[in-house]
């Protein structure tokens, strides 16, 4: 049984004014989907040598900081847009926003009243989103104020995604359905439901015409690659899997840890590496070309929860039930202003 499901939402409420069909794509022969995995829009780009060197960068990757993020457990992470603020979240059901590179705490938000289980940042500004086994998400100023509560969700949720055009929020739930929310009105746009099992996660397509949605627990992590036609999958066996959109087919399945996988993200630019966390107590870099390993992120001591990647992949952080942050830098990120435009 296929272990992600696409829903195409185009037409339901409001949403469709934002959306755009996408043009039908034919299948290609495997060794050419294999090869998209590396086609770039600019003929002038030497791929290779691009690669090549931002793959020995992320196999320098050290650990920059570490600190405290909270008293209990962290559930989740998420970079800001401009690269310059980080937020997390926690099992007492608050979030931190904290300053980049240096880790350094800004504000807490508290509103929730059950256990925080994802945070994200817009992907156009600087105002997050939380979710909540409160069965509710929240939409944030940085300054910490409560712009919006999102409630209709009859379970705890479980992960969040906004839109790429930050007009609208996807949220999971284990009440076996997933919700699309107009994040100024706070109006709920969309309503799947009639799932058998809870929805656990969900990710948008990069030009928004798509979502995938996690239908059950054995599948954890989920991240497109850039290239628009691939998808990475993490979960419960161990294992990563990149699939074909065009064909609905597994292309590779990377043996990638000891225990479950509990996120996966691509590098955002470019997509020439992958990295994964586990509950093994650590994550990895895996190159974008092959998909042989990288680097081990180790030093957690307690299951890795989330992960994130930083514009060109110059910073990864890492958080964990040790309620440890972990940042691991290249160096060359730390040495220059963070610039992700």
């Known amino acids: 049984m296929e272990r992600w499901q696409a829903d195409d939402y185009g037409k339901a409420g409001k949403a469709n004014k934002a959306l755009e069909d996408e043009e039908a794509t034919t299948s290609a022969p495997k060794d050419e989907a294999e090869d998209d995995l590396q086609r770039r829009d600019d003929p002038d780009e030497d791929v290779d040598v691009e690669m090549d060197w931002t793959l020995k960068q992320a196999a320098n990757l050290n650990l920059e900081f570490s600190e405290i993020g909270d008293d209990r457990p962290l559930t989740g992470c998420s970079f800001s847009r401009d690269g310059k603020g980080l937020a997390t979240c926690s099992l007492t059901g608050a979030s931190k926003l904290w300053s980049m590179p240096n880790v350094k705490k800004v504000s807490t938000f508290k509103g929730h009243t059950g256990r925080a289980t994802d945070v994200t940042y817009s992907p156009v500004h600087n105002h997050l989103a939380t979710a909540s086994a409160d069965r509710t998400a929240k939409y944030w100023n940085d300054q910490g104020?409560?712009?919006?509560?999102?409630?209709?969700?009859?379970?705890?949720?479980?992960?969040?995604?906004?839109?790429?055009?930050?007009?609208?929020?996807?949220?999971?739930?284990?009440?076996?359905?997933?919700?699309?929310?107009?994040?100024?009105?706070?109006?709920?746009?969309?309503?799947?439901?009639?799932?058998?099992?809870?929805?656990?996660?969900?990710?948008?397509?990069?030009?928004?015409?798509?979502?995938?949605?996690?239908?059950?627990?054995?599948?954890?992590?989920?991240?497109?690659?850039?290239?628009?036609?691939?998808?990475?999958?993490?979960?419960?066996?161990?294992?990563?899997?990149?699939?074909?959109?065009?064909?609905?087919?597994?292309?590779?399945?990377?043996?990638?840890?000891?225990?479950?996988?509990?996120?996966?993200?691509?590098?955002?630019?470019?997509?020439?590496?992958?990295?994964?966390?586990?509950?093994?107590?650590?994550?990895?870099?895996?190159?974008?070309?092959?998909?042989?390993?990288?680097?081990?992120?180790?030093?957690?001591?307690?299951?890795?929860?989330?992960?994130?990647?930083?514009?060109?992949?110059?910073y990864i952080v890492t958080v964990s039930h040790d309620r440890t942050i972990k940042l691991w830098s290249s160096g060359t990120a730390s040495e220059q202003a963070i610039d992700v435009d």
């Open 145 to 314: 104020f409560l712009l919006r509560t999102f409630e209709g969700h009859l379970d705890r949720l479980a992960r969040i995604a906004f839109h790429p055009s930050g007009k609208y929020l996807g949220t999971a739930s284990f009440d076996k359905t997933w919700r699309l929310w107009d994040v100024e009105t706070g109006e709920e746009l969309f309503l799947q439901e009639g799932h058998s099992r809870s929805v656990y996660g969900l990710a948008f397509h990069h030009d928004g015409s798509l979502t995938i949605i996690e239908l059950h627990l054995k599948v954890l992590g989920i991240s497109f690659f850039p290239n628009r036609y691939h998808l990475v999958t993490g979960g419960e066996d161990n294992t990563c899997r990149i699939w074909d959109l065009r064909k609905k087919k597994s292309l590779y399945t990377i043996p990638a840890h000891s225990n479950l996988i509990s996120q996966v993200k691509f590098e955002p630019q470019e997509g020439y590496f992958l990295v994964t966390a586990s509950y093994d107590m650590t994550a990895k870099v895996w190159s974008g070309r092959d998909f042989k390993p990288v680097k081990t992120l180790s030093g957690h001591e307690a299951k890795v929860t989330s992960l994130d990647v930083l514009g060109d992949g110059g």
